[in-house]
Every structure is written in structure tokens, then in C-alpha cells.
């Protein structure tokens, strides 16, 4: 009964290559969000979908393409990927304020 | 956007101590969250904290919120081994939508020495 699960939970590649990460939510939540947290624990947002529709769109690489299917799943693919993306990227979904957070998907690129 | 500053980046503690991390802002606030994410974890949401002056307590526990809504402050008494992990606060960024940009603070990792 995983409120928020993401997949894979770890991720290594090599660098140029093309990957994506997959979040889903069974809380009946409205909004879904991506965060990047990078190795010194600082957590931004990069992405935020409202009912399917992107609402919040950060500073991010058009390498970084999220995508909503319905207001439960929300993904990530990462083109070419370089160095810098080795991070941690969390899913989360909120129905008011306080987010909810899936496992985390440690992105390492070799 | 947003900033908040959040000290201190580290603490250590022997267990059994207390510990406090302070979050500070150069705007009045309409609400402030509290997070908490274990090693290897993810964060957890805390408490939300809406009113001028508030203090709420979780068992060890407390929260509070400044009287200008311009710094919070959580607290833990008699630290245990369990508390270990990083504790990070969290300010929206339009007013307090509900599906507002949310700006993290840099978190404080607390380590527990039993």
C-alpha cells in the first residue's frame, strides 16, 4: 500500500545515454512534483504538474523532460545525460500543502 | 523566490542533549513547514505551521513559529539515537497556494552519539 512509489530505485549509466524515471501515487493527490537533491542534501524542485497540466517549471535543462499521463503518474526522462545529473531525484504529491515523498532514485552517471 | 536560511549545517550531539535548528527569512511568511529525512530516507513531513507566535509540540519535539513570521525554530529535548537524520524546513513560494513552488531550506544533519 506504497502511497508514492518511484522506479528504479538506483540508476547508474554512462554518460550521453538517455534514462527515465517513473513515480506513481495512490493518495489521490492533485499535484505532483520532481525534486533534485544533490550530494550536499539540498533539495530543489525542478517540475510540478497540477491535474496533468505543468504549473511549475524550474531552471532545468530542456534535457529534463517530465511527462503526466493522468494526475497519478508523473515521469522524468533525462536526455544525454552528463556528470552533473548524478543526484537523487525525489517524486512527491501534495493535496494541500505538505508534501509526500516516494524512495528516492539514486542517478549515478559514469 | 524564496530563500530561507536554515542553521546550523551540522550538529552532534551525545544522546540524551538537546538540539535545535533555526530557520530564518527576509520576508513575513504565510506558513512554514518542518521535514525530517532519515539516512538513506526520504523527507517526512513534520508539521505546518500557519499563525504568528505558534508553538506546537510531537512528544520531544517543538515547534515554533516567530511572532513577525519571519524565522522558525524546531527543538528536540533528550535527543535520542532514533532522532538521527537531517531536518530541513520548507517556505511556499506564491502566498501558500496549494500547489505552490515550496523552497527548502539547506537542512541541518544531526548525528547522535549514544
Known amino acids: 500500500d506504497t502511497a508514492v512509489s518511484q522506479t528504479p530505485k538506483y540508476l547508474v549509466t554512462q554518460m550521453g545515454n538517455d534514462k527515465s524515471i517513473k513515480c506513481e501515487q495512490n493518495?489521490?493527490?492533485?499535484?505532483m512534483y520532481w525534486y533534485k537533491q544533490d550530494s550536499k542534501k539540498f533539495l530543489k524542485i525542478m517540475f510540478s504538474?497540477?491535474?496533468?497540466?505543468?504549473?511549475i517549471n524550474e531552471t532545468v535543462p530542456n534535457r529534463f523532460s517530465p511527462k503526466s499521463p493522468d494526475k497519478a503518474h508523473l515521469n522524468l526522462h533525462i536526455n544525454s545525460l552528463e556528470l552533473g545529473d548524478s543526484a537523487v531525484y525525489f517524486c512527491?504529491?501534495?493535496?494541500?500543502?505538505?508534501?509526500?515523498f516516494g524512495n528516492g532514485t539514486r542517478l549515478t552517471v559514469t | 523566490g524564496q530563500q530561507v536560511m536554515q542553521i546550523p549545517q551540522y550538529q552532534h550531539v551525545q544522546e540524551g542533549e538537546d538540539f535545535t535548528t533555526y530557520c530564518n527569512s527576509s520576508t513575513t511568511l504565510s506558513n512554514i513547514q518542518w521535514y525530517k529525512q532519515r539516512p538513506g530516507g526520504h523527507p517526512v513531513f513534520l508539521i505546518q505551521l500557519v499563525k504568528s507566535g505558534e508553538v506546537k509540540k510531537q512528544k520531544r519535539l517543538t515547534f515554533q513559529f516567530g511572532e513577525a513570521k519571519k524565522n522558525s525554530s524546531l527543538h528536540i529535548t533528550a535527543t535520542q539515537t532514533t532522532d538521527v537524520g537531517t531536518y530541513f524546513c520548507a517556505v511556499p513560494d506564491d502566498g501558500g497556494t496549494s500547489y505552490g513552488k515550496l523552497t527548502f531550506g539547506q537542512g541541518t544533519i544531526l548525528t547522535v552519539h549514544p
Open positions: 504538474y497540477n491535474n496533468k497540466e505543468l504549473i
Open positions: 512527491a504529491s501534495s493535496l494541500d500543502t505538505a508534501l509526500h
Open positions: 493518495l489521490g493527490h492533485d499535484t
